[in-house]
């Protein structure tokens, strides 16, 4: 059975979007995100993270770090009711990668492999799922895989993305959106 997902980035949606990421005392949840995902997850949305990590690409830091970073933000997730139910990371780049990283790939978005895989991995229903990002990669990504809504967090991109999405100063305007699509049913 297909279930919907809200798709999440995670530097600028999940936490402040500070530029490589990779320590835990330098993460600030952004406003908004635990109220968001449990209503997502009380209207029947399986929380995913979907984020480029081009740090691990760039030699910032490992694989490993991240694993921790990430470890450590689901439980302080799980602390406030949010329960995620899969983290797709893409660590390459196709210029700025370091050996083996140096490369391009289909779940680096704007491509739809990490979208992708939650079909095969979660049984997701992509047509009925949603994004939220701040950059418009995030914004290709979830038109090519043909989800129901796109929401781009202002203030990230200076001009405007391609495609269809609708632009919030913030994440109650996309909880109150989730909400008026249950009521709409």
Not at 25 to 42: H, K, N, Q, W, Y
Request: with cysteine; proline share 2%; aromatic share 8%.
């Amino acid at each position: 059975m297909s279930s919907k997902a809200l798709f999440l980035d995670r530097d600028g949606v999940v936490n402040v979007e500070i530029g490589y990421l990779h320590r835990i005392e330098d993460v600030t949840f952004v406003p908004g995100i635990f109220s968001l995902c449990r209503t997502a997850m009380r209207l029947g949305y399986r929380l995913v993270i979907v984020t480029n990590q081009a740090g691990i690409a760039r030699g910032f830091y490992d694989e490993a770090a991240f694993e921790t970073l990430m470890a450590w933000m689901q439980a302080r997730l799980r602390e406030e009711g949010v329960e995620l139910e899969a983290v797709y990371y893409c660590p390459f780049h196709p210029e700025h990668g370091i050996g083996e990283y140096r490369r391009e790939h289909e779940d680096r978005k704007p491509g739809t492999g990490m979208l992708r895989r939650a079909i095969n991995e979660l049984g997701v229903s992509l047509a009925d799922s949603v994004m939220v990002g701040d950059r418009c990669s995030d914004m290709a990504a979830a038109n090519s895989a043909g989800l129901k809504q796109a929401f781009l967090v202002s203030g990230t991109e200076k001009s405007r993305c391609g495609g269809h999405y609708i632009e919030v100063n913030g994440l109650e305007e996309v909880e109150r959106w989730l909400l008026k699509q249950d009521v709409s049913v």
